[in-house]
């Protein structure tokens, strides 16, 4: 190895593998945790809640959960985190869900024309664009500018998926011609590229970058303005149980509930 | 060592709980017949001579070229397995162009030699079948043909007749020993049957337990076997003994030693043998002519071709063959008490 | 024993339909299993759009995907064959210290998640990389996001499969022929060739068509160490899954269209080579 002095510890590294590579597991498989936590449940003394959410809100409704549990003694709030069409078409083919809170308004008006939504969604939270490079910028990128460059290898989200439109749409509105190497299937695909500086640039949610920690650094720009992701969420028509689905919402959209959405990195509506 | 052999060897091979140690010599298109019975060593013998084997000792040189240390492929070898083994996915053709072909003659011209040799075989209509396709009589002589193809200096055949029937058998066989005949280098021959032997072979080497245990000419094997093996395989009467001028102590296994006399005089230790149609079987002690006469009890009766086989027990156990009608003349059955008589002259008698 | 039981010794003359008792204790496990298999199949067709077939095959997006996906699934059996065989000749005819851990490495990638192989593929091959590094340090080339980076990663998911197959036939072959050829003359690489090939012929296609099918719906490895670019790396199985983020419909269109093709191949393929026997 003749230019280990450039590279990062070795130690880091492996490190950074391990934990890559964790965490590629546990994406496999994120469902299961709530099937056996629904077998255990006692349904007589306990209500279950069960929400379908879109993957970027894992961490913040996880806590919220918590604070919902304890303010309504005996539920249970059991989660589905994916992506928001995976969800939509889950709830469609009939999934036993309560409440639906999507990443975007276009696959929640599907949901909507479909019938499998009572009542009307709202807006909860907001997502806006970052560009994500690795930790130390190593292609000292600036603006979005800098992702036209020749040089620079900019991984997008694939236009089927809400972050590929949200950046195209940033990219137009900048007028900036970018030639991405790869059009990721979702953002935690193309922050994975930027963690292994396979990639010098993604554009990302600033949610994302936020979770992503200290592998990842964001750069905000202008043009991200006109690439807001609004967050709906609604009632499920099929829900059995409203009352317990409309107070979750109502925790959601509450200034305790906003709180915890900007902790992660969320702007308010 | 014979300068001029076509072969010499001398094959050890150690393995646990078997050790081979055999020498064998042929002379150039002499046909040479490794004997025995199995697990003997005979076929270890003939892999270790094509190379297949590695010999732990020894030495294996074709025609003065020293080949002990020649892989397989470059042995001027031609083997014929035991099932033939050719190879399914080519023609007859190719399988006998295959040789030529390993040692760079170009395909047209392997495959005119092929054909050639598969006519002279008389097999051309099978040119183009695939093995599957083929009799055995006809896919043991496309195997001849096909290690013969390659212009081998040294012919191995490992138990050439054994996949065939007893009915074709005998076809083949002569015709074999035909192309033996053809053949100018030396060639070993792997048998458990001794007609093989006897019809194919111009020299029998027995291998019982690794070990050599006579060698010669096939007639003399026939006339003088030196092993219990060997004289059941040319079914002769054989014992061992001590020979003071025409009178011969033999031992058997139990009892004390029976006196065998014989024609000519011997002195030290020899073997006596003499045919089972020798003997003749009287009911009281024979007086006259027959110099030998042992008292014996009939332990077992068996047709033998037209004869009838006679099992003796006695102080000389021994086999008789007698005619269907000289049996019932004598009105003889088992467990009866009869005198087994052997002319001297009927007796073979030689240096062990 | 009156000679109705299915071991009532040889064959008895004058009862020939004895001989062709239908085997009913191995046809209905046999049922279920080819019923499962092909159930879900069932549930794609109940729910394709057929009237759109045709003309998302035109769609250039999807042409371009379907050759893509056939030619690096190709090229990708092909630079299997050439390394996997010998690995799998090693594997079956040598003795070497530590063969059996070789063996039970070469399985790693069927057993991993192939999301997981991926991101392997990255850490060794990326341009940041064990192996990357110096190779982006040294030409500037890097290999992700490169069609040859989509025959990566089928090879590293699907060689395996070959490797397998193809060891478990040179084991079952009778190594008598190799010694038979070896006494005519040919050397250790014309046996190999001339005599071991053909007789493993069977279970070399089968390996080579489990790979290649395994290549052709590679997925997971695939979008981790190549991206998703159309026309570059983007393979079926990945349009396909994108498809999904819009359209269910749609997907069920692409996955059709893979696999009809797929299966008009390894049919075609069957028929030509392998043929009847």
Redesign the interface.
Same mark, same amino acid.
């Given at each position: 190895m003749?230019?280990r002095s450039g590279?990062p510890a070795p130690g880091r590294r492996a490190a950074l !593998?391990a934990a890559?590579?964790l965490s @590629?597991?546990a $994406?496999?498989a994120p469902v299961e945790e709530g099937a056996d936590g629904a077998t255990s449940t006692d349904a007589s003394a306990e209500r279950t809640l069960t929400v379908f959410a879109a993957a970027s809100l894992t961490g913040s409704f996880e806590e919220l959960a918590e604070r919902f549990e304890d303010g309504h003694a005996g539920t249970r709030v059991e989660f589905n985190f994916a992506?928001s069409?995976?969800l939509a !078409?889950q709830i469609a083919a009939g999934a036993p869900a309560d409440v639906f809170a999507s990443a975007n308004t276009s696959t929640m008006r599907r949901a909507v024309e479909t019938g499998a939504i009572a009542g009307e969604p709202e807006v909860f939270a907001r997502n806006v664009m970052e560009i994500a490079v690795p930790a130390g910028n190593p292609a000292r990128i600036e603006d979005l500018d800098d992702l036209a460059r020749a040089d620079v290898?900019v !991984?997008l989200c $694939?236009e #089927? @998926?809400p972050c590929g439109t949200a950046a195209r749409t940033a990219l137009e509105e900048a007028g900036v011609q970018v030639d991405? @190497?790869?059009? #990721?299937?979702d953002v935690k695909?193309a922050l994975?590229?930027v963690r292994?500086? #396979?990639v010098d640039a993604a554009l990302v949610y600033r949610t994302d970058v936020r979770e992503a920690g200290d592998a990842v650094e964001g750069i905000s720009f202008p043009e991200a303005r006109s690439a807001v992701n609004d967050y709906p969420i609604a009632v499920v028509a099929e829900s059995a149980q409203a009352d317990l689905a409309e107070a979750w919402v109502g925790l959601v959209t509450s200034d305790e509930g906003r709180a915890v959405l900007l902790d992660a990195g969320f702007q308010a509506p | 060592m014979r300068p001029d052999a076509a072969l010499s060897a001398r094959l050890v091979v150690e393995r646990a709980g078997f050790r081979l140690d055999a020498g064998l010599e042929a002379d150039p298109g002499e046909v040479v017949a490794l004997l025995g019975p199995n697990g003997a060593g005979k076929s270890t013998a003939l892999r270790a001579l094509a190379g297949l084997v590695p010999l732990s000792s020894g030495h294996v040189t074709v025609e003065g070229t020293d080949l002990t240390t020649t892989p397989t492929e470059h042995r001027p070898i031609g083997m014929v397995f035991q099932d033939y083994l050719l190879f399914g996915h080519m023609s007859a053709l190719d399988n006998v162009a295959f040789g030529p072909r390993c040692q760079g003659v170009g395909r047209a011209r392997a495959r005119a030699l092929a054909a050639d040799l598969l006519d002279r075989f008389g097999l051309s209509d099978q040119a183009r079948l695939r093995p599957r396709e083929l009799s055995g009589g006809q896919a043991q002589r496309v195997a001849l043909a096909r290690a013969l193809a390659a212009r081998p200096r040294l012919l191995l055949l490992d138990e050439p007749l054994a996949a065939l029937d007893a009915h074709t058998r005998v076809a083949v066989r002569s015709r074999l020993r035909g192309d033996l005949a053809d053949f100018d280098g030396a060639t070993v021959l792997v048998t458990h049957d001794p007609l093989d032997a006897m019809v194919l072979a111009d020299r029998v080497t027995v291998i019982e337990n690794g070990a050599v245990v006579q060698q010669g000419r096939p007639a003399d094997i026939a006339r003088r076997p030196r092993t219990a093996y060997v004289a059941r395989l040319v079914g002769l009467n054989l014992y061992r003994g001590v020979a003071s001028g025409t009178r011969v102590e033999v031992r058997v296994a139990d009892g004390g030693p029976v006196e065998v006399t014989i024609a000519e005089r011997r002195y030290g230790d020899v073997f006596v043998a003499f045919a089972p149609r020798a003997v003749a079987l009287y009911r009281e002690r024979p007086g006259g002519s027959p110099r030998n006469a042992w008292p014996a009890r009939i332990d077992g009766v068996e047709r033998f071709g037209d004869q009838v086989r006679v099992h003796l027990d006695g102080d000389l156990p021994l086999s008789a063959d007698v005619t269907p009608a000289a049996l019932a003349e004598l009105g003889l059955g088992v467990g009866d008490r009869i005198w087994a008589g052997v002319k001297a002259m009927e007796i073979a008698a030689y240096q062990a | 024993m009156t000679g109705t039981g299915p071991t009532s010794g040889p064959p008895r003359r004058g009862r020939p339909a004895a001989r062709r008792r239908f085997p009913w204790l191995l046809a209905v496990p046999a049922a279920l299993g080819f019923a499962f298999l092909i159930l879900p199949f069932l549930g794609l067709l109940a729910r394709t759009p057929w009237s759109t077939l045709g003309t998302r095959l035109l769609m250039p997006e999807v042409r371009d995907a379907l050759l893509l996906s056939l030619g690096t699934a190709t090229v990708t059996t092909a630079i299997a064959l050439v390394l996997g065989v010998p690995l799998a000749w090693l594997l079956a005819r040598t003795e070497f210290p530590g063969r059996g851990i070789v063996r039970a490495l070469v399985t790693v990638p069927l057993v991993i998640?192939p999301?997981?192989g991926g991101?392997?593929l990255?850490?060794a091959l %990326?341009? *940041?990389g064990v192996v990357g590094? &110096?190779l982006y340090?040294w030409t500037g080339y890097?290999l992700?996001?490169t069609t040859a980076a989509v025959v990566v990663a089928q090879l590293f998911v699907a060689m395996p499969f070959l490797v397998i197959s193809v060891e478990g036939a040179l084991r079952g072959a009778d190594r008598r022929y190799e010694e038979a050829a070896a006494t005519l003359g040919a050397s250790r690489a014309t046996i190999f060739r001339r005599v071991t090939l053909p007789m493993v012929g069977p279970g070399v296609l089968a390996g080579a068509v489990l790979c290649w099918s395994r290549a052709l719906g590679e997925f997971g490895a695939t979008?981790?160490f190549? %991206? *998703?670019? &159309?026309g570059r790396? /983007?393979t079926m199985p990945?349009a396909v899954?994108?498809?999904? /983020?819009?359209s &269910?419909e749609g997907a069920v269109v692409l996955s059709l269209v893979l696999l009809v093709v797929s299966l008009a191949i390894l049919i075609g393929l069957r028929d030509r080579w392998v043929g009847t026997p």
């Open positions: 003749p230019d590279s !593998a890559l590579l @590629v597991v $994406a496999c992506g069409s995976d !078409a290898k !991984a $694939a #089927e @998926v991405p @190497v790869t059009l #990721e299937q695909a994975t590229k292994l500086n #396979e | - | 998640p999301v997981v991101v392997a990255l850490l %990326g341009r *940041n590094r &110096p340090e890097s992700p996001f979008i981790m190549a %991206g *998703n670019f &159309p790396t /983007q990945l899954y994108l498809a999904m /983020q819009q &269910p």
